[in-house]
């Protein structure tokens, strides 16, 4: 669209602010696409060698001016918003943020707030105010309805009234918090959901085992394993790392649940079924109250019912519609993050308000299995009696560890080799499953809407 025929969302007195956009890789570009279209003007960079491609690539944009790089975009402009990995955000502040704009407003999207704001405090000019952001979900996601954090670090109420006005057209719901606030949930929402998606990854890899090939993995709670699984394996590995190393909250979460992992394994492997029992039904009255009293709502989060149509498979081992060829599984993943939650006190439903939409999808299915009747003594039975499972969850055991000693020893290089090596042997399966993951996660958002 020529931006010349966009109506504006640009209030009258803002007319001459420019939001800088310093990375434009995925989400520095979603944001300028969006916010370009509504009329706000944007200065951005990447790296200089992307210069000449960004031109190109925007081109038919008159509201978005590429710049070569980050001295000449803070230099210009009103709002900047770094936009780089959370690894790097320390050594691009430190050379761009001396030339901020005298009484600018600076900002940064990385996952992980503790070194983002660090960094502003050590590198921006003091005349500069800090409201930083987050947007809880992916680049491919409308923001519309998603939450969007934002932080008033060291701002006035003009300069937040003027990141909210920036941001109002994602039409996200915004959520203030302080940056030691935005950690500690995005912990328990983000680092330690993936920590299990990612550890599913790696126990299929090792027993080399397309999932969505054979007949043990077919259902609604399976289907969002899988297409979770692979959401996560098909995005860049430093979103991942990023967001569990450098966040200071998240190592324990992490530790956690290997450990709730491991001890849960040992007690199926060794079959004390009472032991198992009653460690998963004390986890539940914690995380999920007590029988009579639950915290969850009158209605749950999400149907199985409607996961079940969301299959890769279909060609080969089940139809699409063998939701009742199901197999019963001992599901240990979820069984963990419960028993890691209560080991740490967490209560999930607390931090919806914060939610990206694949947590509200694990949160849902693991609702749905702990308040389903006979589904939970199902997983039990299976841990103990049946070994369908038992090297899967060996492998996922092992996985679990080594996530959690990779990240406790901030080991980014072995994080990235251990990701990427997965990545490559899904994915020829990565396109496939962003279509059935997008179509999932639009289904859920639009029946738990209903
Ligand atoms: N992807 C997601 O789902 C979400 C990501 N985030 C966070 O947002 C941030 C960006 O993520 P995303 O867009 O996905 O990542 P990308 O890797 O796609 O984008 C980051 C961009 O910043 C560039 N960059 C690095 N250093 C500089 C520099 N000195 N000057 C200018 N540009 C630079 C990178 O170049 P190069 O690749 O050459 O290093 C890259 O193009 C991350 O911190 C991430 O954690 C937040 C919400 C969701
Ligand atoms: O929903 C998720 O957890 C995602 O995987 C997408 C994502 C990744 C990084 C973020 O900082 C926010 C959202």
């Known amino acids: 669209m020529a931006s010349e025929s966009r109506t504006t969302a640009v209030p009258p007195e803002m007319a001459n602010f420019v939001v800088g956009l310093i990375g434009m890789g995925d989400m520095g570009k979603m944001y300028a696409r969006?916010?370009?279209?509504a009329g706000w003007r944007i200065m951005a960079c990447d790296k200089e060698d992307k210069y000449e491609g960004l031109v190109d690539e925007f081109a038919q944009n008159?509201?978005?001016q590429i710049l070569r790089n980050g001295h000449l975009v803070s230099r210009a402009s009103n709002y900047i918003i770094y936009s780089v990995e959370a690894a790097s955000i320390g050594r691009v502040v430190a050379q761009f943020g001396p030339s901020t704009r005298l009484g600018a407003i600076v900002g940064g999207q990385t996952s992980c707030k503790d070194p983002e704001i660090k960094a502003f405090e050590e590198h921006l000019p003091s005349d500069v105010d800090i409201v930083s952001c987050h947007s809880l979900h992916g680049p491919g996601v409308d923001p519309a309805g998603q939450p969007l954090v934002l932080i008033k670090h060291r701002a006035s109420d003009e300069s937040l009234a003027k990141v909210e006005a920036v941001f109002r057209c994602l039409k996200s719901k915004v959520v203030h918090l302080?940056?030691?606030?935005?950690?500690?949930?995005?912990a328990d929402t983000q680092a330690v959901t993936h920590a299990a998606?990612?550890?599913?990854?790696k126990a299929w890899h090792a027993t080399t085992q397309f999932p969505w090939e054979g007949a043990r993995y077919v259902g609604g709670i399976e289907n969002v394993k899988i297409n979770l699984m692979l959401r996560i394996y098909a995005q860049k590995w430093h979103v991942y790392?990023?967001?569990?190393?450098?966040?200071p909250e998240a190592h324990k979460q992490i530790n956690q649940f290997a450990r709730s992992t491991t001890e849960l394994y040992y007690l199926m492997l060794e079959g004390r079924h009472d032991e198992l029992r009653d460690r998963v039904y004390a986890a539940k009255e914690k995380v999920f109250g007590a029988e009579g009293s639950p915290k969850w709502a009158t209605k749950p989060l999400l149907q199985e019912a409607v996961l079940c149509q969301f299959t890769l498979g279909g060609s080969k081992a089940q139809p699409p519609s063998a939701a009742n060829s199901k197999k019963p599984n001992n599901h240990l993943s979820l069984l963990a993050m419960v028993d890691c939650w209560s080991a740490l006190g967490i209560v999930p439903f607390d931090h919806m308000i914060c939610s990206t939409p694949l947590f509200r999808l694990w949160l849902g299915v693991t609702e749905h299995l702990f308040r389903t009747p006979g589904l939970l003594d199902e997983c039990i039975r299976v841990g103990v009696d049946d070994n369908t499972f038992r090297?899967?969850?060996?492998?996922?055991?092992?996985?679990?560890?080594g996530w959690a000693e990779c990240v406790s020893l901030r080991q980014f290089d072995t994080w990235r080799e251990r990701f990427e090596v997965t990545q490559r042997f899904f994915e020829d399966r990565f396109e496939a499953a962003k279509e059935v993951g997008n179509a999932m996660i639009k289904a859920v958002l639009a029946s738990s809407e209903e």
Do not use: K, W, Y
């Open 197 to 201: 998606f990612l550890s599913m990854g």
């Open 241 to 247: 790392a990023g967001l569990a190393i450098l966040n």
């Open 178 to 186: 302080t940056a030691r606030e935005h950690d500690r949930i995005t």
């Open 391 to 401: 090297r899967d969850d060996l492998q996922f055991t092992i996985a679990a560890c």
């Open 34 to 37: 969006r916010l370009s279209d």
């Open 62 to 64: 008159s509201n978005v």
